[in-house]
Nanobody
Framework: QVQLVESGGGAVQAGGSLRLSCAAS????????MAWFRQAPGKEREFVAR???????AYADSVKGRFAISRDNVKNEVYLQMNSLKPEDTAVYYC????????????????WGQGTQVTVSS
């Protein structure tokens, strides 16, 4: 069983930055693919970024060049650095872990955090 706890959300003006963190329990964290998803009110949960166990990354087109995902396998944490934030980035951001593989699909992920709110004002 893996528990994921997100932190770092908040309110920021457009153009600003935030860094989200996700702390994971479990001794096999380094073998998991990790990802960030987000869900805005009235919309489906959507893929933001993912990172494989050896550090390979992928991003949604909407955040490419502005967001960066990284992981620390010693601290059992994954991060999402968000720069040049836009009002359309407003959502609840979720951390997710995949025991095998991992993709841009929510169904690929076995464990989810409770989410952290990010609000970007214009």
């Amino acid at each position: 069983q893996v528990q994921l706890v997100e932190s770092g959300g908040g309110a920021v003006q457009a153009g600003g930055s935030l860094r989200l963190s996700c702390a994971a329990s479990g001794r096999t964290f380094s073998s998991y693919a990790m990802a960030w998803f987000r869900q805005a009110p009235g919309k489906e949960r959507e893929f933001v970024a993912r990172i494989g166990w050896f550090g390979n990354t992928a991003y949604a087109d909407s955040v490419k060049g502005r967001f960066a995902i990284s992981r620390d396998n010693v601290k059992n944490e994954v991060y999402l650095q968000m720069n040049s934030l836009k009002p359309e980035d407003t959502a609840v951001y979720y951390c997710a872990a995949a025991v095998r593989g991992g993709s841009s699909l929510t169904s690929s992920y076995d464990y989810w955090g409770q989410g952290t709110q990010v609000t970007v004002s214009s």
